[in-house]
């Protein structure tokens, strides 16, 4: 304790605004801090604006996972729709082929690197992939080397953030902070794409691709700023090294204004309460813990990456045409539910929760999927009235289900024994994006939208029924009390 308090002295001495720390008791201090313990600000203003450092300690993860929904969106279907280009299978998957290698990279670099160098060498390949495209057009070599190292960008970027995010933000605003830090961005990104698709004309001087580079490498060139300027280490990182005051530091600069208070106080012991449990644990014990929450959250997002894949891009297409032939609205719609249903799931995951987010999504995405298959089940002839109400169900589907795959984010950040965390959420991902994979080389038709809506329906309606019995309320809860919710298969 006593290099702690002479730290404490130094900085309260040395800097104006600073509050000396409070001298803990030795019985509080090895008691844990429930949440209610923690003193909120006044306002939800004087939180927001608290704990802005955050959330900008993540804006460059959130720029490139903005590149990386535009890239997504790209693969499943909405490149520009007038382009008469044929694009092969290998070019529309290279993103998640780029995404899978850096995802199973980032669990040797990220232990090599720091997170700030991790997010830099991120910036640098979104920027150079962004390069190539707007530097070329309708070559199909760059337009590879492009989306495999922005896909590459996002694989390495993503375990690190997601854990992160969960060590970095305060209990009690770690669900919205996870949750627009990469769900939000990303469907950002997927809404931008489509608006751009769309709306493009070939009398423009450049390609939607090229535009597309354009932006990409504007988003690298901030996101570079932002991690140069704004990144932060992991306070449980740093303690985890016997690095105290480096981590006392850290922990008053995720705050505005940057002053050491009582929540420091309490922040810096629940992460050493929180260090010293996960410490406890042998790898094997760590992975008898973590299972249960991979098996739930591995369902969680193989159905979240169902929901926006190339089968239901080409359905939105099918039924968009044959009711409203060449317009664009329905498409911008599809994205504009889609990211309005993001937005509102990742601001309510500190009032609402994250479980009430998830059921209420997937209850509605399951009857939705169900009834959108169902219009189809006269696969020779489907009449207009039945492909428009098809259309606009599967308009309803895309709200509801930004609404129900908001909380994902928040429960990768806080699932998993920090030992495997990292591991078990690039293993996660892995099958997430095979599954997008899996789906793009499915044959394109009637019939086989059918089946895979009535299968999406039937899975949606089992993980409404296993997150209501299975998947925890973590809202409030600290990564210690999270992490333990998750331990057991009930």
């Known amino acids: 304790m006593e290099p702690r308090n002479e730290y404490q002295r130094t900085a309260s001495q040395s800097t104006v605004g600073y509050s000396p720390l409070p001298e803990p008791n030795r019985r509080e201090a090895q008691q844990p801090h429930l949440p209610h313990q923690y003193q909120l600000p006044s306002s939800c203003c004087n939180r927001d604006m608290r704990n802005q450092p955050q959330s900008n300690a993540l804006g460059a993860a959130a720029l490139i996972f903005l590149s ?11 490149d520009n729709l007038e382009d008469e280009l044929v694009i092969c299978l290998h070019v529309r998957v290279a993103w998640f082929i780029g995404a899978i290698l850096g995802a199973l990279l980032a669990l040797l670099l990220g232990r090599l690197f720091s997170y700030k160098l991790l997010m830099q060498l991120c910036c640098l390949l979104v920027i150079i992939g962004g390069i190539l495209v707007t530097a070329t057009q309708l070559e199909v070599q760059a337009m590879l080397a492009a989306r495999y190292l922005n896909g590459l960008a996002n694989g390495l970027a993503l375990p690190s953030t997601l854990a992160m995010a969960g060590e970095l933000a305060v209990c009690y605003k770690r669900g919205t902070i996870a949750s627009v830090t990469e769900q939000m961005s990303c469907t950002l990104g997927i809404f931008m794409q489509i608006v751009i698709s769309v709306s493009w004309s070939t009398e423009y001087e450049l390609s939607v691709d090229q535009f597309q580079g354009v932006l990409c490498a504007i988003y690298g060139g901030i996101a570079m700023c932002l ?3 704004f990144s932060i280490e992991s306070p449980v990182l740093l303690l985890a090294r016997d690095e105290q005051e480096l981590a006392i530091d850290a922990l008053i600069r995720l705050q505005y204004p940057r002053a050491v208070t009582t929540e420091t106080n309490e922040q810096l012991t629940e992460h050493s309460s929180y260090l010293a ?14 299972l249960p929450a991979l098996l739930r959250l591995c369902l969680l997002r193989a159905l979240y990456a169902m929901s926006t894949s ?5 359905t939105l297409t099918v039924t968009s045409t044959s009711v409203y032939g060449i317009s ?3 498409y911008v719609l599809f994205g504009l539910l889609r990211l309005a249903g993001s937005c509102s799931g990742a601001f309510v995951q500190d009032t609402l929760g994250r479980k009430l987010t998830q059921l209420i999504g997937f209850m509605i995405c399951s009857g939705t999927s169900i009834a959108v298959a169902s219009r189809f089940t006269g696969v020779d002839f489907v009449r207009i009235p039945d492909l428009r109400m098809a259309l606009w169900l599967l308009l309803i589907f895309q709200f509801f289900a930004g609404l129900g795959f908001a909380p994902s ?18 293993i996660i991902y892995v099958l997430e994006l095979t599954v997008q994979m899996s789906v793009c080389i499915v044959d394109l038709s009637l019939h086989t939208a059918t089946i895979y809506f009535f299968g999406l329906g039937v899975f949606l309606l089992l993980g409404f029924a296993f997150s209501h019995w299975y998947l925890p309320e973590t809202k409030f809860l600290t990564l210690r009390q999270a992490q333990q919710k998750f331990r057991e298969f009930s």
């Open 409 to 426: 984010s928040v429960y990768l950040s806080e699932a998993f024994p920090l030992s495997v965390k990292r591991t078990c959420i690039a």
């Open 68 to 78: 990386g929904g535009m890239n997504i969106a790209w693969s499943i279907g909405f």
């Open 310 to 314: 190339m089968l239901v891009i080409f």
């Open 328 to 330: 664009s609205g329905p």
């Open 277 to 290: 449990h996960n410490n406890s644990l042998g790898v094997a014990q760590a992975w008898c813990q973590a």
């Open 227 to 229: 991690a140069t300027l």
